[in-house]
């Protein structure tokens, strides 16, 4: 029986692959007021600017590769039960490898009806830009399918049950600042061992293994240690 590896990852994981973080500097929310293209008042209030917002991260998604650490962590699942819990609406992961793969903050490549949300639509490579003006094959508007600020994360349920699951939970390239997800780590049983990397670590409690470094470099070190037992 493998044991059971949680794994909680954030936008610093995609940065080797060259995908702009939130918070750094130069980052995304530098450039683009976080409110009005990542908040439901910012879609009501510029549909179009929030449609091109993502229409030009996903056009940077298709040129970016997953990287070291996506794929050490695919190599992990040798020896490990692997749960990738991410806040990153990238598809890197998958393109990685990663069997299981549960989005918090939606996924870049999907769209879904603006009228009825269970209706989700897998954008192709050869067709990534939305307008206000697209509609899906129902006639009704479609909006792209991440979760916006002031939004639920309805995946949040079952991101909390598996980290409560966890025999290893690991937090990868996250500086910890938006909730739910910067939660996750409380759901963890006692005694269970955390390990954190990240190069510009944000406070975490004493107990947890903290990595001061990128996530390929990370990921090979955490292997190391768990190879070690
Ligand atoms: N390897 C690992 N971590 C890195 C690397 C790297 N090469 N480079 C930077 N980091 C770390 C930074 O030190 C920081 O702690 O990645 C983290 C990025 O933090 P944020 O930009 O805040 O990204 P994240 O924590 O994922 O943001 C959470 O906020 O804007 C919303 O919905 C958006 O999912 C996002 C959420």
Same mark, same amino acid.
């Given at each position: 029986m493998k044991k059971k590896l949680v794994i909680s990852t954030g936008a610093g994981m995609s940065a080797e692959s060259g995908i702009s973080t939130f918070r750094n500097a130069g980052g995304l929310w530098e450039k683009y007021p976080v409110m009005e293209v990542c908040s439901a008042d910012g879609f009501n209030r510029n549909p179009a600017l929030v449609h091109e917002f993502y229409n030009a991260r996903r056009r940077d998604l298709l040129k970016a590769q997953p990287n070291a650490g996506h794929l050490g962590l695919v190599d992990l699942e040798k020896d490990y039960d692997v749960y990738v819990i991410t806040q990153n609406v990238d598809d890197l992961h998958e393109r990685a490898g990663s069997s299981k793969v549960l989005h918090l903050h939606g996924e870049l490549m999907k769209v879904r009806s603006v009228?009825? !949300? +269970?209706?989700v639509y897998k954008l192709s490579p050869e067709a990534i830009e939305t307008t206000p003006d697209s509609r899906d094959s129902h006639g009704d508007p479609i909006r792209p399918h991440i979760v916006f600020?002031? +939004?639920?994360? !309805?995946?949040m349920e079952p991101a909390a049950q598996l980290a409560s699951e966890a025999d290893i939970f690991v937090v990868i390239g996250t500086s910890l600042n938006v909730y739910p997800a910067a939660s996750l780590l409380h759901y963890v049983r006692r005694g269970v061992p955390i390990y954190y990397i990240d190069p510009n670590p944000a406070p975490v409690p004493p107990d947890v293994t903290v990595l001061k470094m990128g996530a390929s470099e990370g990921v090979e070190r955490l292997a190391e240690i768990l190879r070690k037992g």
């Open positions: 009228t009825h !949300p +269970e209706r600020f002031q +939004e639920a994360v !309805p995946n």
